[in-house]
């Protein structure tokens, strides 16, 4: 695998997806146009098909990779085709015995620059077509998805991610069942002709580390912050201006090595209370919870300069039950990556009404 920077983003392609909460709020949607697809744990990219030309993969930081198995198994296949160039949106992500895995998994074969991994483990899943030929594709989704398979049916590690176009809503639990519950997938994506939603087994989200709570931990007697250890962390999600509003307090767990290595975040201090030690947004972690609670007024921050504004506050929600998943290293503290709508919108009323009169 060959790996360059090259001066391009793909960020304009990510689609700003909306939580559902149930299966049953995918009754809604089920229209004729509706796609479901079943979603995998992998690296958003851009795959770029010249024939004529160099055909490589690029994600969110300008890494273009060529020259791998699976790229060149895909560029082969197309060779065959009237396509001469072409521009899609994939994940590419790792997957053993037919099961696909976690996205550190992928970043360790990749980073392993093992061969013989690389060759059997890194898959393309593909979810879109944007261009054929320098035209942009302007057909239906269905139609988009279902012309890339035709082009690749002869591939083994490259392919279009599952997908049904369901009519009832027994057939989305029973793909559901398939993909999600036997075999391991992330979760499905929900494509109706307008819009696009996502539905995992459990709640999760990205959110930004804004502070250490002082107070939090004791061990025989002595507060844990006292000894350089980080317990318990402030997090928040950003709004489109790049204002933080406040969603949870999570605990770092009980790894003592993590919660000193946290300790790092200091160098990152904003500003200080009584209670907290602010840090400035730039380390996104991954969280997992149970469910969701409205409250009347989460906190409002926004970093001017060097330290923390207060703004008014706004009803928001607070997660029940958070717990720390991991670091997320492939995301930024930007409106895009912790954006609002990863909170499913029936928890957002109050939240939109405060903002809809405030402008």
């Not at 949607?29 to 690296?43: I, P, S």
């Not at 899943?125 to 398979?149: C, Q, R, T």
């Not at 008014?312 to 607070?318: A, H, L, N, Q, T």
Request: net charge neutral; aromatic share 10%; with cysteine.
């Amino acid at each position: 695998m060959q790996e360059q920077i090259i001066p391009r983003k793909i960020d304009e392609y990510k689609p700003d997806m909306k939580a559902l909460d149930h299966i049953k709020d995918v009754l809604p949607f089920l229209q004729k146009d509706t796609v479901l697809m079943a979603k995998v744990d992998g690296e958003f990219t851009l795959l770029s098909y010249d024939r004529e030309g160099q055909s490589y993969t690029l994600n969110r930081w300008g890494k273009a990779r060529m020259s791998f198995p699976a790229l060149d198994e895909f560029a082969n296949t197309v060779n065959k085709t009237a396509i001469k160039k072409a521009e899609i949106l994939c994940e590419l992500y790792a997957m053993e015995n037919g099961l696909p895995l976690k996205l550190n998994k992928f970043i360790s074969y990749v980073k392993s620059h093992n061969e013989t991994l690389i060759a059997n483990n890194i898959f393309i899943g593909i979810w879109d077509l944007l261009s054929v030929n320098g035209f942009p594709i302007k057909e239906p989704y269905a139609w988009k998805i279902s012309e890339v398979k035709s082009w690749i049916r002869e591939c083994r590690l490259v392919h279009v991610l599952p997908y049904i176009q369901p009519k009832t809503i027994d057939d989305v639990e029973d793909f559901w069942q398939t993909f999600v519950t036997m075999n391991g997938y992330e979760g499905i994506v929900v494509r109706p002709e307008n819009g696009i939603y996502k539905l995992k087994p459990i709640h999760d989200l990205d959110a930004v580390i804004i502070g250490i709570n002082k107070k939090n931990k004791f061990e025989k007697g002595f507060n844990l912050f006292d000894k350089e250890n980080v317990t318990t962390m402030k997090l928040a999600l950003m709004e489109e201006d790049g204002t933080l509003i406040e969603v949870s307090d999570v605990a770092s767990g009980i790894d003592h090595t993590l919660r000193k290595a946290l300790w790092q975040l200091m160098e990152f201090k904003v500003g200080e209370d009584s209670e907290v030690v602010w840090i400035k947004p730039c380390v996104v972690v991954k969280l997992q919870y149970t469910e969701l609670f409205i409250t009347e007024g989460s906190n409002r921050l926004r970093l001017t300069g060097s330290s923390y504004v207060e703004m008014e506050k706004r009803p928001f929600v607070r997660l029940r039950n958070p717990r720390l998943l991991g670091f997320r290293p492939d995301k930024e503290a930007n409106p895009q990556d912790l954006r609002v709508s990863q909170i499913p919108e029936r928890y957002l009323t109050d939240y939109h009404a405060w903002k809809g009169v405030q402008s």
